[in-house]
């Protein structure tokens, strides 16, 4: 039985719409304990608990069934997407609990691999993974909860863009797509390739690189999409201005678009997000770009304009596929909260 | 006829068995289909008017969704340009058509760039004469090139041209092949397109 026979779809691309899960998280109760310095309200990265003047906790979980037919590969890309929440939190992480569930019926051998890849990452991290827990299921999947540090001062929102801000995006999109043809045998090994190396890529490179820079929102590109992450960061007030061409692409990605080799992932987050963006002016191919839900992606960085050229050049040294993508604005009366040209 | 059972099929599944389909009937004909969730529906709906046919989808009573596509023009099977065997492009210049050497080479570079947008690309492109100019130093078409072997074609051109017109240091795209393979190529050709 291979990894991916039993799997309906895989990687961030089931994740439940931000829609859906907020009719959900509306009957919780809510917490109003002044150390809850980020909570589930803003729908952000991680939860931050206040410990001190100078610590807080950063708490996140994330896991999904595999999108990859090797399973070492697939340990790295679920950690490197679990890791992730913490860096786009301003923190680091420091500890890390598996999380995993595994048919029965199939090979042991295949869980070994998937949490042995998983453990390279956390080392790569510089965290330890402490424990776990593990049941059986009919879909394998795998992830983890993780926990790190950041300052209180430190912690990047994904709500504090201001107009006037610069928007850097580290990785390249289409992993969707890419992965959806390799599903169906149309990807050629250089896309996959190029499509895996940018999923189990640490965005700690990256995050690294923010320290002296006055950034103002950072939030990491998951199954919601680019054009998800920008209306969030968009807020109320702002208006989101985004060039397509700047874009970086995976290679493959906009010509299986163009074959209209669409995820569901990408149509749920089109039916969600349509009324927040113009995006008319971009081919359906194009459209399919920034809906395409991104396991693992990248981080989105909003900063000073003047700051962005220099940042961007400090984060390009490792990651050489980083752009400036865009520019945050004053939203006028009736205008949408993205533009996309 | 039946719908095609799409039931428990993940995207893009469904999208790609209406595409093979729809390349075997004749416009004004059908395919049905039957998902299981309205997303497939909708990714159904932008290929099928994205690729100008027309799109209809029913509810069942089942909760599935039966969707029916009837091919327009440019979906039938002449129009995307399948055929029964492959498509070999011979080009033996670098311009296109007579006329003005401006717009004859605007016109070719129009053309190959207009290879890559199709559905079902040449399986091979054959440069021989005049036509090495495109794969070498200098072509403004190695770009759109470099696309059409990425979508599979294989690009040779005549070693023997090369190297009369000095260009064999300079080749970007394919590989060298000679006049031999090019006849080979073109007489067992599915389809022969010659320019």
Redesign the interface.
């Known amino acids: 039985m291979s990894l991916l026979s039993n799997c309906?779809?895989g990687g961030c691309g089931v994740k439940i719409g931000p829609a859906e899960l907020s009719r959900f998280l509306k009957n919780l109760p809510r917490i109003s304990d002044p150390r809850l310095l980020v909570g589930f309200e803003s729908s952000d990265d991680a939860a931050v608990w206040w410990l001190s003047e100078d610590q807080a906790l950063v708490s996140t979980v994330d896991f999904f069934p595999p999108m990859v037919e090797d399973p070492h590969l697939f340990g790295r890309i679920a950690a490197a997407n679990a890791l992730s929440d913490v860096y786009a939190m301003g923190g680091r992480p420091i500890l890390a609990l598996n999380l995993v569930c595994f048919p029965e019926k199939m090979d042991p051998v295949i869980l070994g691999e998937i949490l042995a890849g998983g453990a390279e990452k956390v080392q790569e991290a510089g965290a330890v993974i402490s424990g776990g827990h593990s049941i059986y299921d009919h879909e394998p999947k795998y992830g983890l909860a993780v926990t790190g540090l950041v300052r209180p001062d430190r912690i990047l929102t994904n709500n504090g863009s201001a107009a006037g801000d610069g928007l850097i995006l580290t990785k390249s999109l289409g992993v969707g797509l890419v992965m959806?043809?390799n599903?169906?045998g149309l990807a050629?090994s250089e896309q996959y390739c190029a499509a895996t190396v940018s999923m189990e890529r640490l965005n700690r490179y990256a995050a690294e690189k923010l320290s002296g820079f006055e950034v103002h929102a950072v939030t990491d590109v998951t199954g919601f999409g680019l054009l998800g992450h920008l209306v969030e960061m968009a807020g109320r007030s702002w208006a989101v201005n985004v060039n397509f061409d700047s874009l970086p692409l995976l290679?493959?990605a906009l010509?299986f678009a163009?074959?209209?080799?669409?995820?569901?992932a990408a149509?749920?987050n089109?039916?969600q997000l349509s009324g927040q963006a113009d995006i008319s002016g971009l081919s359906?191919s194009k459209q399919e770009i920034i809906f395409d839900p991104q396991t693992s992606g990248g981080l989105l960085i909003s900063l000073p304009l003047a700051q962005a050229e220099e940042l961007l050049k400090a984060i390009r040294v490792d990651d050489p596929q980083a752009s400036l993508i865009g520019q945050v604005l004053v939203r006028r009366k009736g205008e949408p909260a993205v533009i996309v040209l | 006829m039946e719908p095609l059972n799409m039931i428990g099929k993940p995207c893009p599944i469904p999208v790609i068995e209406a595409k093979k389909a729809l390349r075997k009937v004749e416009a004004g004909q059908s395919v049905a289909l039957l998902v299981d969730n309205a997303i497939a529906g909708q990714n159904l709906e932008k290929m099928a008017l994205g690729q100008g046919h027309k799109f209809r989808s029913e509810p069942t009573e089942a909760e599935y969704f039966l969707v029916t596509i009837t091919a327009g023009q440019s979906g039938s099977a002449v129009a995307t340009g399948e055929g029964s065997g492959d498509l070999v492009v011979a080009i033996s210049r670098d311009s296109l058509g007579e006329g003005h050497v401006d717009l004859s080479r605007t016109l070719m570079k129009a053309f190959i760039n207009s290879l890559t947008e199709l559905d079902y690309p040449p399986q091979y492109l054959l440069f021989f004469n005049g036509g090495a100019f495109l794969t070498t130093e200098g072509s403004t078409v190695l770009e759109d090139l470099e696309k059409l072997v990425e979508r599979g074609a294989i690009i040779t051109t005549c070693g023997a041209c090369l190297n009369f017109y000095k260009l064999t240091e300079k080749l970007k795209v394919g590989s060298i092949t000679n006049m031999y393979a090019i006849a080979g190529t073109m007489t067992q050709a599915g389809r022969l397109i010659n320019l």
């Open positions: 309906t779809s959806g043809a599903r169906v050629s290679p493959g010509d163009g074959d209209y080799l669409f995820t569901a149509q749920r089109r039916n359906l």
